[in-house]
């Protein structure tokens, strides 16, 4: 059965960094995508990053560039988010997502079999 668990949310200013993690078990990363998603009350989810199994090839949606870093350890099966220079545009509940179906866009949330619980991220202005 796989799990994911996501990890380190929390609650900052604008201008703060955090770096969220999650922890796979029962679930082999080959040749598939890992990636973070988001989704704020009263939208819908959308993706912020995503990394290949190797750890090297990363996407990152706009608003995110030069502010959040995915990154990945597979010896640990675990995924990271480091996000810096946090807006209140950011805040939202965060989600990590694995084995990805492939032929699909990377980003969307719909290429994603499994999904973790979520872990809140709140900015303040």
């Known amino acids: 059965q796989v799990r994911l668990v996501e990890s380190g949310g929390g609650s900052v200013q604008a201008g703060g960094s955090l770096r969220l993690s999650c922890t796979a078990s029962?679930?082999?990363?080959?040749?598939?995508?890992m990636a973070w998603f988001r989704q704020a009350p009263g939208k819908e989810r959308e993706g912020v990053a995503r990394?290949?199994?190797?750890?090297?090839?990363?996407l990152y949606r706009n608003a995110v560039k030069g502010r959040f870093t995915i990154s990945l350890d597979g010896a640990k099966n675990a995924l990271y988010l480091e996000m810096n220079s946090l807006k209140p545009e950011d805040t939202a509940t965060y989600y990590c997502?694995?084995?990805?179906?492939?032929?699909?866009?990377?980003?969307?949330?719909?290429?994603?079999?499994?999904w973790g619980q979520g872990t809140q991220v709140t900015v303040s202005s």
């Open positions: 997502a694995a084995g990805h179906y492939g032929g699909t866009d990377s980003l969307d949330p719909t290429g994603y079999k499994y």
């Open positions: 990394i290949d199994s190797g750890g090297i090839f990363t």
């Open positions: 029962g679930y082999s990363n080959s040749n598939n995508y």
